[in-house]
């Protein structure tokens, strides 16, 4: 279900379950949530002309909160950094908007992650926030939620954990209708859920609002793949043609070599059969001492 989750929880049939599931990791109480809950623009202002747009998955506003909520359906490089830079576009904009530093709401950001980035942590909600070593704050109004979805599935399935937020987090990892079923059967308001889920699930353009970054960031890496190994496959090619040449000129030298060496070995036992003095012999022909006895043993 993540992929249609944007879909599902700015829909009105699950106004009820967004607000349990805000309200159960952040701990901010129901009635504050569904009394003052507005959908903002989820994309942020650009401040400078080098400045790019960055559009977030939804972004909340709830009287002293804004809450920008982030499906990451798996890990990749820079995307805890992307998050974050998110979290800093909100605050910018919102500093830019009010009239004083104080006067800015709180900005929580929710991370429901398809994946464990902090195995082999096994908590479900890990929260963090601007502190020191001993638990002081420094007082910024910002938090940060990973919401990790795997845990909450091996709480239900294989430890048979049956809380609110649970079972709440298992719905959107539901593959197929008839898991779902299961997972909805008793309670009304998640049926609601799993019916909008299923609706949304067959609407392509709907599945598209989640998948058009994971889409764009497939096809930037699939060319920077390409282009690497066209690089490679050019540097092995060219590799192998110098080391021909190489081993040609390595060749020659060698053969070079060899032969002067023999010519000398020539000379040296023509001069031995003329019974000339062996300490001659080498210092003409630059052969050592024992290489020339060699010659005359032979």
Known sequence: MIKCLKGVLTSKEARGYLVSLISNITGIKKED?????VFKNNEQNI??????????????????????LEMNKE???????????????????LVLEGESYDDTPKIIQINF??????RPDKRVVIKFEMMDKTGLKEGVDVESYHVILPNAKEKYYNEGNKEELIKELVIMMAEKNEELEKLIKNN???????EKIVEISNDEILQGWYDEEEHQRRVRNSLVASAIKEGWNEGHAEGKKE????????????????GALNKQ???AHNMLNKNMDIKTISEITGLSLNEIKKLRSE
């Open 33 to 37: 949530i569904k009394d003052n809950l």
């Open 47 to 68: 401040t400078g002309i080098s400045d790019k747009k960055k559009i977030t998955d939804m972004v909340i506003d709830i009287k002293d909160f804004i809450i920008n």
């Open 75 to 93: 890990y990749y490089e820079g995307l805890i950094n992307r998050n974050h830079a998110y979290i800093s576009k909100i605050r910018e904009s």
């Open 113 to 118: 992650d398809d994946f464990n980035y902090y």
């Open 188 to 194: 009304m308001e998640l049926r609601k859920v799993g």
């Open 243 to 258: 080391g021909k040449l190489e081993g040609k000129l390595e060749g020659k030298i060698e053969g070079k070599k060899e």
């Open 265 to 267: 070995k020539e000379i």
